[in-house]
């Protein structure tokens, strides 16, 4: 006890009878022993008792709060359902679903001062949920379907493609199943700079729906396949039509251990290069629209300038929503929340695209579950790579 923050402990116990500075001291060492499971858990209980604790200092900004309306939702609510959980004084169906009720959108930790996401948090939640066999019933589901299909969706677009090159067109669960458009236009723009995508012959998930709803194991066999695959195509450098997927490839990959042997790149990070080589021509699309940016893209991998500055070449005038870069909304769909709570997660689209209809109607994003998330409630929303193409052709 020589730190100066525990002087007044020091103070308080010189007046007291050596027996009682003896269980003080005790208590002050082992006391929060008492508070921890008696499990080891998957959850780190550090982060969850501390955010169980703090007076929700980021909730306002939770879209998930803002759309259920509920306190049980909102980032320390669902800590302190946690901590129960993890405890075992509450055991109950409904509790456990509701760890599920995060979108991993990361708005509390741009507010946190502990710097702590909750979806981050309640991932270690639900991996012990699932060593307890207590996960919901749509969460085994989704590991069913992945374990036959090894796609999230029924894919509509098959790979095309030679399996080995210099680079790896990765296009992702929504982008095969919703959006040939995307992988068409991939195409054809990273060949009008002179490059012929490889395609991995039978694409896989990236796995973060595994990752997210708690299958650590299943999420990790996954990671270990995709490195086999990467370094069997021999490519360099692997670009994504996805945020998460771009993020589970570059960051939580080697995070649990396993390096994919090539550079990983997000689409808008590929073509503002091709645009800095001047590899692609200047564009004259009408506009204006307005930039989405993604949850993930900005918040987890920091990327807001490359988006902006592709879109600026292809001469679009793109407007800025009041809720931009790393202060962004979701668009509802991330962290699997509609396999959970899919009112909730309609609720927080309709709320984001009111907002950046006040810009303009026309959206521009660069991850095609927002594009899914805006355009089935009606709306024109466009990938970045669509306004490329558009610009190659007009040119
Ligand atoms: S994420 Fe941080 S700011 Fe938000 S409730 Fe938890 S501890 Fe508080
Ligand atoms: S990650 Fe997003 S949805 Fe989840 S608790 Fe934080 S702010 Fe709420």
Redesign the pocket.
């Known amino acids: 006890m020589s730190d100066k923050k525990y002087a007044w402990v020091r103070d308080a116990l010189s007046h007291v009878p050596l027996t009682t500075k003896a269980r003080a001291l005790k208590h002050f060492l082992m006391g929060k022993n008492e508070y921890l499971p008696a499990k080891k858990t998957r959850a780190d209980m550090d982060e969850v008792i501390?955010?169980a604790l703090?007076?929700?200092?980021?909730?306002f900004d939770c879209p998930v709060l803002a759309a259920a309306a509920t306190d049980a939702v909102?980032?320390?609510g669902k800590?302190r359902l946690a901590y129960f959980l993890e405890t075992e004084a509450l055991a109950t169906d409904d509790a456990a679903l509701l760890m599920y009720a995060c979108c991993s959108c990361d708005a509390?930790?741009e507010?946190?001062?502990?710097d702590?996401?909750?979806a981050d948090i309640l991932q270690g939640v639900r991996a012990d949920l699932v060593d307890r066999h207590r996960e919901p019933e749509a969460a085994r589901e989704t590991r069913q379907r992945l374990e036959e299909q090894h796609s999230l969706h029924q894919r509509q677009v098959e790979p095309a493609g030679p399996p080995t090159g210099d680079l790896l067109y990765f296009m992702g669960c929504e982008v095969s199943a919703r959006h040939p458009e995307i992988a068409r236009d991939t195409r054809t723009v990273l060949e009008a700079a002179g490059v012929t995508p490889a395609m991995l012959p039978q694409e896989w998930c990236c796995g973060a729906p595994l990752l997210s709803m708690g299958y650590v194991d299943d999420f990790l066999d996954v990671a270990r396949h995709q490195a086999r695959a990467v370094e069997s195509s021999r490519c360099s450098t692997v670009v994504c039509s996805c945020p998460t997927c771009t993020y589970m490839l570059r960051v939580m990959y080697p995070r649990h251990g396993v390096s994919l042997p090539a550079q990983v790149l997000h689409s808008s990070e590929y073509l503002a290069r091709l645009v800095q080589e001047e590899r692609l021509p200047a564009g004259a699309v009408d506009g204006p629209c307005v930039y989405h940016d993604p949850c993930t893209l900005a918040r987890k991998l920091g990327v807001m300038d490359p988006p902006r500055q592709v879109l600026h070449r292809m001469g679009m005038d793109v407007r800025e929503s009041p809720f931009k870069r790393e202060h962004t909304q979701c668009c509802g769909r991330g962290g699997s929340l509609p396999s959970f709570f899919p009112k909730v997660a309609d609720a927080i689209t309709e709320a984001r695209l009111q907002e950046l209809h006040r810009t303009a109607l026309c959206i521009v994003t660069a991850c095609p579950t927002c594009k899914s998330a805006f355009s089935g409630q009606g709306a024109e929303a466009y990938d970045l790579v669509q306004v490329v193409r558009r610009a190659l052709e007009e040119a």
């Open positions: 501390k955010c703090c007076p929700n200092m980021c909730k909102s980032p320390s800590a509390c930790r507010w946190c001062p502990f702590f996401s909750v």
